[in-house]
T-cell receptor, first 109, second 116 residues
């Protein structure tokens, strides 16, 4: 079993829909990252969380440390949100991130 | 700032050849790392460095070598390329090592490597 599990693996949506991507992990962590990988391959950081909730524009990320679970929400989705969204965790007392396999999102007009 | 610069973007190698993937950052980051990305798998750590002169192995270090002689540069060397090393490689950096959890990660654009 992978230490970081993302669901769903693939997601299609109509423009304007509310999107939720989930990330569950099995180890104690000091931080969790949400990343976005564009179709051309580049990876950008969206959020870094250690507790609670963060919001940036139409993106919201939450984390529940006790339940070892995080969610990434996209409100009013748009075709330009089409990308692979990757969850990565930093276990306690390490310098090594562990990555999920990603969620491929396609938003259609 | 250019961020994280990775070269080359595309490379085809013959089995047994050696090559170096270059990675440079201009943000004075302490932490630099190399990952490989294969279909159906998450990014996997090859090697990382928490500062100049300090490197350590990640999850999949075999067949790769690194050095960190300056803060800015962290090259990845393939010693004798094998078809199993066909992959997309990403360099990344952050201000401090992972023990400081409040750091944004910056990635290079990726290097597509094919070994035939």
């Amino acid at each position: 079993k992978n230490e970081v599990e993302q669901s769903p693996q693939n997601l299609t949506a109509q423009e304007g829909e509310f999107i939720t991507i989930n990330c569950s992990y099995s180890v104690g962590i000091s931080a969790l990252h949400w990343l976005q990988q564009h179709p051309g391959g580049g990876i950008v950081s969206l959020f870094m969380l250690s507790s609670g909730k963060k919001k940036h524009g139409r993106l919201i990320a939450t984390i529940n440390i006790q339940e070892k679970h995080s969610s990434l929400h996209i409100t009013a989705s748009h075709p330009r949100d089409s990308a692979v969204y990757i969850c990565a965790v930093l276990p306690y007392n390490t310098d090594k991130l562990i990555f999920g396999t990603g969620t491929r999102l396609q938003v259609f007009p | 700032n250019a961020g994280v610069t990775q070269t080359p973007k595309f490379q085809v190698l013959k089995t047994g050849q050696s090559m170096t993937l270059q990675c440079a950052q201009d943000m004075n980051h302490e932490y630099m790392s190399w990952y490989r990305q294969d279909p159906g798998m998450g990014l996997r750590l090859i090697h990382y460095s928490v500062g100049a002169g300090i490197t350590d192995q990640g999850e999949v270090p075999n067949g790769y070598n690194v050095s960190r002689s300056t803060t800015e540069d962290f090259p990845l060397r393939l010693l004798s390329a094998a078809p199993s090393q066909t992959s997309v490689y990403f360099c990344a950096s952050s201000r401090f090592s992972g023990l400081y959890s409040g750091n944004t990660i910056y990635f290079g654009e990726g290097s597509w490597l094919t070994v035939v």
